[in-house]
């Protein structure tokens, strides 16, 4: 088997777009708005259900990958660089599956389901700062940074550095 199912292909390109937007728009839009800009709740809202749906999709993208066909690995001498690859993505799907567990206990004890799903009307809290499970969130969000980062330079470097064409097994096309 020379490509992922055609599934697997999708969810991977929708979850890497998601995940890269979300870090980027939670650390750089979200965090510095103030809890009382009367904006902030329709952020919450996109943020929470968009964190939601990234949760939804990478399970059941971890579901379907156990359960499918495993691909051999491109050079099966290359042992250590094998082995880092496969910790590498359980560590991607474990932080980002945390990221989102995080979010949504944070949420929770903040009270944000009825104020931002359900318009009770009451104010947000004045700050987050009290909520134990957001520091969990926050340094994670760096860990998935650096993990991202990490698994952006591997693939260019097998792609471009090794000429293993990589690239091709998350793309669509003949399986083999
Ligand atoms: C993988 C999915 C997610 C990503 C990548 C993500 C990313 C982020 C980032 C980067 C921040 C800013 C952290 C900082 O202060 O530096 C943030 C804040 C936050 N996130 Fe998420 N998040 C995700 C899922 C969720 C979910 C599912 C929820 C709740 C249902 C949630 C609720 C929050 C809340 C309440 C904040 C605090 C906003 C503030 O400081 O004003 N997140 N998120």
New binding site residues.
Partial sequence: MKRYHPFLVTLHWILAVA?AA??L???NI??E?P?SDPE?INS?KV??S???G??VL?VTRLVVRLRSTKLTPVNTNATTMNKLSAIGHYALYTV?IL??VS??V??QI?G?GDIVFFGSGAALPET?DNIAP?VA??VL?TV?MLLVAGHVLAALYHQFALKEKLFSRVWYGNRQ
Avoid: C, D, E, T
């Fill in positions: 995940i979300w870090l728009m939670g650390s979200l965090s708005m809890n902030k919450l943020h929470m968009v964190g939601i990234i949760l990478m980002v990221m989102s979010g949504i944070s949420a903040a944000l987050f957001l969130h926050q969000s998935l």
